[in-house]
């Protein structure tokens, strides 16, 4: 069965500080997915990320930063530079297959982030 | 480009009472439909999924049922509402094989 495991339930940090989120993940499948989603206090869950399992080159967006390493099944999230606005609910997923019609994620715990002024 | 609506934000109903959730998704044809809960901690549970019209697959037993009686469309239903179902409720649609999930904004069900 799939598993992620977010090992952080709540970080919390001042502003202009990085931040990095674990993720780790099991699988049996040889090809596989994984994905980070933001959920504001507002309650809905934002896509910001999509790496599939051949690609392990790291990816920056703006602040916004991805390490994912085959080796040690892992998907880290880094944010630089933190602002207040980050703070919220971070999500990592893993794809699972469902037969050949689909997929489904399934889910870390999240971790809390916190960005104080 | 797609939306999805889902609706409504926040419910109180009585324990026994029936429930009915609607989501819809605009701009996209054939796409896999979801429902999840999230409980009073973080996790999200997956309840349902279907990969079209009248084809439901439950991940869980329990109190709850869905259906999608149209290719764009799935409601979350039970006939008697217990405390344990409360939650945040969030429904998402994606493509075929392995592609990002798309949530909506959710609806917060109370059961007092």
């Known amino acids: 069965a799939q598993k992620v495991t977010q090992a952080q339930t709540e970080i919390s940090v001042v502003e202009k500080e990085d931040v990095t989120l674990d993720c780790v993940y099991e699988t049996r499948d040889t090809t596989y997915y994984l994905f980070w989603y933001k959920q504001p206090p507002s309650g809905e869950l934002v896509f910001l990320i999509r790496r599939n399992s051949f690609d392990e080159q790291n990816e920056i967006s703006g602040r916004y930063s991805w390490n994912f390493q085959k080796s040690t099944s892992s998907f880290n999230f880094t944010i630089t530079a933190s602002q207040v606005v980050d703070s919220a609910v971070y999500f990592c997923?893993?794809?699972?297959?469902?037969?050949?019609?689909?997929?489904?994620?399934?889910f870390g715990e999240g971790t809390q982030l916190t960005v104080n002024p | 480009s797609q939306t999805i609506h889902q609706w409504p934000a926040t419910l109180v109903q009585p324990v026994g009472s029936p429930l009915s959730l609607e989501c819809t998704v605009e701009g996209t044809s054939n796409p896999n439909l979801y429902w999840y809960r999230q409980a009073a901690g973080r996790g999200l549970q997956l309840l349902f999924y279907?990969?079209?019209?009248?084809?439901i697959s439950s991940e869980v037993p329990q109190n709850l049922s869905a259906s999608r009686p149209q290719d764009r469309q799935f409601i979350l239903s039970s006939k008697k509402l217990l405390l344990s179902d409360s939650g945040f409720y969030l429904c998402?649609?994606?493509?075929?094989?392995?592609?990002?999930?798309?949530f909506g904004q959710g609806t917060r069900l109370t059961v007092v």
């Open positions: 279907s990969v079209g019209i009248g084809q």
């Open positions: 998402a649609w994606s493509v075929r094989m392995n592609t990002e999930a798309f």
């Open positions: 997923a893993l794809s699972e297959m469902m037969g050949t019609s689909g997929s489904r994620l399934t």
